[in-house]
């Protein structure tokens, strides 16, 4: 196989059998340019271009130790559970760690409501998200708050779980698109939805309306709070007309502490 392409020291496009595919491994590489071979040995999962852009997409704009970090916690999650991962939570739990470790550094820590609950129902995976923040400390010096290892479980036990009922979720779907789309109208803004922010929001309104739905809700210390809606005063007031009309529509009340988890989600694709 030759690279078509480098993304970074452990990843590269290649072409295989006269297709394109994401090679992926630990120096696979390293020291490589278009058109040199690939060593076979290195490549630990493979994965067909047109079927995984999103993947391309992130492999780009991420920092590729978070990468790295998050092909980690995979590796070992898939060991510890003797089970492969569905191959979409590459692109969703590198996304998450990368967006978590960013907000840690801008000192912005999220609580999950859930907390002891999911150490509870799901305590492997949780003992798996608490290795993961060790490695997270390790190597890159950020420390995470526990709730970061519920929320890593959460992504980790949704990854190994199928099912799920369809007409809720096609109107769940539905629900979603028509509140993205009061995002686009009320900031009048062109959203491109092949951008891994539009995917982050989408995930996360999904989320919001089933906790909705079950009178659940991600818990904000009033201080966070309140320091979201000031700096992003924009993003939130938007946020907070979308509520309103779901409410109005759906019947569907979103509590405030949700309001500014959707801000964040909002400002980014508002801003990247």
Request: proline share 1%.
């Amino acid at each position: 196989m030759k690279i078509r392409k480098k993304l970074n020291n452990n990843a590269v496009i290649v072409v295989d059998e006269a297709e394109e595919k994401i090679a992926i491994g630990s120096g696979v590489g390293f020291d490589k340019q278009k058109n040199d071979l690939v060593n076979a040995k290195k490549i630990e999962k493979l994965f067909v271009l047109k079927e995984n852009k999103k993947l391309q997409q992130l492999l780009l704009r991420i920092p590729e130790e978070h990468f790295t970090l998050s092909e980690e916690i995979i590796t070992y999650a898939e060991k510890q559970l003797r089970t492969e991962l569905n191959d979409h939570i590459r692109v969703q739990l590198a996304d998450h760690i990368s967006f978590a470790i960013e907000r840690e550094q801008n000192g912005i820590q999220l609580k999950n409501a859930l907390l002891r609950e999911i150490k509870v129902l799901y305590q492997q995976e949780f003992e798996i998200g608490m290795w993961a923040l060790e490695r997270l400390k390790t190597e890159i010096g950020v420390k995470m708050p526990v709730d970061e290892a519920a929320f890593i479980a959460l992504y980790i036990h949704t990854m190994k779980v199928q099912g799920g009922d369809i007409h809720e979720t096609v109107r769940q779907t539905t629900m979603v698109q028509t509140m993205v789309q009061r995002i686009r109208d009320y900031l009048n803004i062109a959203i491109d939805e092949a951008d891994i922010s539009y995917e982050r929001l989408v995930t996360h309104l999904q989320f919001a309306l089933t906790r909705a739905k079950y009178h659940d809700s991600h818990v904000m210390d009033k201080e966070m709070f309140d320091m979201i809606k000031q700096k992003y005063d924009v993003s939130y007031q938007c946020a907070k007309r979308v509520a309103e009309e779901a409410s109005a529509s759906y019947g569907i009340t979103l509590p405030e502490e949700e309001l500014g988890y959707i801000t964040l989600h909002i400002e980014r694709l508002r801003t990247h």
